[in-house]
């Protein structure tokens, strides 16, 4: 597993899969390409490396193929990978999936590769191409850039009730510039759960939200019994995301008496 490193705010999720899965956790500096052929370093020598899941972002993967002056990456990478030495879990190009531009398709998407209509309603959403520019502009409800997992971003996303008034300007101007890179959302409430901030030395609600786990087979989908609580660590945000600056909690299920 190649981790970013410590100072990454997932490092803990990526020591836990890798402790769980039975993985070497590994930063750029252990591993290295020779002859288009990936190497891990150990106190015994070079190791071959068939298999790697990656968790550092795209843009800092390989500084020969994307950008020059990332440290986080290694060097030749892709070479190995286009070469077929190498088997990348989640190869560069999968993010499309999490992409935000891709979320009002969805619906269509189950219909057209499973002849099936969705279970489960979407949030509603309205798609920003230019005809429609002026009802986001004029009451901007929670829009999101299209690449929902891009880092690097001064401002990726505004929320409409809580924007700032120079947010909603910026936002304003990005839409009209670029469209089709947006999309509007309506905001979702979240329940809250009482939470101990350290800083304040108190427990305070903070607003989660529940991500479960189902593993699809042959003999048919199961829900695992656990899950992962993300939390809004900031007063009054929304935003749980651990890249921006949200946290996680444990997930107690709870058995029948």
């Given at each position: 597993?190649?981790t970013?490193?410590p100072?990454?705010?997932?490092y803990?999720?990526?020591?836990?899969?890798a402790?769980?899965?039975?993985?070497?956790?590994?930063?750029?500096?252990?591993?290295f390409?020779?002859g288009?052929?990936?190497?891990?370093?150990?106190?015994?020598g070079?190791r071959?490396?068939?298999?790697?899941y990656?968790?550092?972002?795209?843009?800092?993967?390989?500084?020969?193929?994307?950008?020059?002056?990332s440290?986080?990456?290694?060097?030749?990478?892709?070479?190995?990978?286009?070469?077929?030495?190498?088997?990348?879990?989640?190869a560069?190009?999968?993010?499309?999936a999490?992409?935000?531009?891709?979320?009002?398709?969805?619906?269509?998407?189950?219909?057209?590769?499973?002849?099936?209509?969705?279970?489960?309603?979407?949030?509603?959403?309205?798609?920003?191409?230019?005809?429609?520019?002026s009802?986001?502009?004029a009451?901007?409800p929670?829009s999101?850039?299209?690449?929902?997992?891009?880092?690097?971003?001064?401002l990726?996303?505004?929320?409409?009730?809580?924007?700032?008034?120079?947010?909603?300007d910026?936002?304003?101007?990005?839409?009209?510039a670029?469209?089709?890179?947006y999309?509007?959302?309506?905001?979702?409430?979240?329940?809250?759960?009482?939470?101990?901030?350290?800083?304040?030395?108190?427990?305070?609600?903070?607003?989660?939200?529940?991500?479960?786990?189902?593993?699809?087979s042959r003999?048919?989908?199961?829900?695992?019994?656990?899950?992962?609580t993300?939390?809004?660590?900031?007063?009054?945000?929304?935003?749980?995301?651990?890249?921006?600056?949200?946290?996680?909690?444990?997930?107690?299920?709870?058995?029948?008496?």
């Amino acid at each position: 597993m190649l981790t970013p490193g410590p100072y990454n705010s997932a490092y803990f999720e990526h020591s836990f899969l890798a402790r769980t899965m039975g993985l070497e956790l590994v930063q750029a500096a252990d591993l290295f390409v020779d002859g288009n052929k990936v190497y891990c370093r150990t106190t015994r020598g070079p190791r071959r490396v068939d298999v790697i899941y990656r968790r550092t972002d795209e843009a800092f993967l390989d500084p020969e193929v994307f950008r020059p002056d990332s440290v986080l990456g290694v060097p030749g990478l892709m070479r190995a990978y286009a070469a077929g030495n190498v088997a990348l879990a989640n190869a560069p190009g999968n993010g499309i999936a999490d992409d935000k531009a891709v979320y009002p398709f969805v619906p269509d998407m189950i219909e057209f590769y499973l002849s099936e209509q969705p279970l489960l309603e979407q949030v509603p959403d309205l798609r920003v191409p230019v005809r429609r520019r002026s009802q986001v502009r004029a009451r901007p409800p929670r829009s999101d850039g299209g690449q929902g997992g891009r880092r690097g971003r001064r401002l990726r996303h505004a929320d409409g009730p809580q924007a700032t008034s120079d947010q909603r300007d910026e936002f304003r101007r990005r839409i009209v510039a670029e469209p089709r890179r947006y999309i509007a959302q309506h905001r979702v409430e979240l329940s809250s759960c009482p939470t101990w901030i350290a800083e304040r030395g108190a427990v305070e609600p903070r607003r989660v939200d529940l991500r479960p786990y189902i593993l699809t087979s042959r003999e048919g989908p199961w829900v695992l019994p656990g899950g992962l609580t993300r939390v809004a660590l900031q007063r009054g945000s929304y935003v749980v995301n651990s890249s921006q600056g949200g946290g996680s909690k444990d997930t107690w299920v709870m058995k029948d008496s």
